[in-house]
């Protein structure tokens, strides 16, 4: 009798663990196609916005819009790709008055969870790193396509849409004369638009 009561434990164990796993499986993988992605930003300088981008970002991303329980999102960005179309501000942005990219090369997001807000709009909620310092942000986006690849055959094609804005000041990044915000502004306006891939 006791042995019966383990192997039912065992096949329940088994049948609960497949359950999981074949959930956690449903979510697809999506890679990031780069050439077809941006990572934009735009911050006040006295009355003008100095526009910019950081050219290099690598990401993973699994997301499935019926199942945003398993759905995950990692980005990465290397501080020292940044452009703002000016080689000495570009300098003087990686040094330590600001992203300090010698000390704290990666600016880093970890999704924590997902909501739908209404159609295609979703929020993300994670945990995103500048400069060492750490804070729970949550940021809108919006699927703004989902279609089989037109051009690669078996593949899914998705694209989003995110745009937040951030105070430069929670992360330090602008120490000494530049924390003013007489010169350059608080408030940064993010915005990234991503072309993903899946495998069907």
Do not use: C
């Amino acid at each position: 009798m006791e042995n019966k009561i383990k192997r039912f434990g065992f096949l329940v164990l088994f049948i609960l663990a497949t359950f999981i796993t074949s959930n956690a499986q449903e979510v697809k993988q999506w890679s990031l196609d780069k050439n077809h992605t941006s990572v934009s930003f735009g911050i006040k300088h006295f009355f003008n916005t100095v526009n910019g981008t950081f050219n290099d970002y690598q990401g993973e991303f699994w997301f499935d819009a019926n199942n945003l329980k398993d759905s995950k999102f990692t980005f990465t960005i290397p501080a020292s790709s940044i452009d703002t179309n000016n080689k000495k501000r570009d300098t003087h942005l990686r040094s330590e008055d600001f992203f300090y990219v010698e000390k704290h090369p990666n600016i880093t997001f970890k999704s924590k969870g997902f909501e739908k807000k209404s159609g295609a709009n979703y929020v993300v909620h994670g945990d995103l790193t500048i400069r060492g310092i750490t804070r729970k942000v949550t940021v809108p986006f919006e699927i703004t396509g989902e279609m089989d690849h037109p051009m690669k055959e078996g593949t899914k094609l998705m694209g989003l849409s995110f745009n937040t804005n951030l105070d430069r000041t929670d992360y330090k990044v602008g120490v000494g004369d530049w924390a003013s915000t007489l010169v350059v502004g608080d408030n940064v306006n993010v915005s990234i638009n991503m072309e993903l891939n899946s495998k069907k």
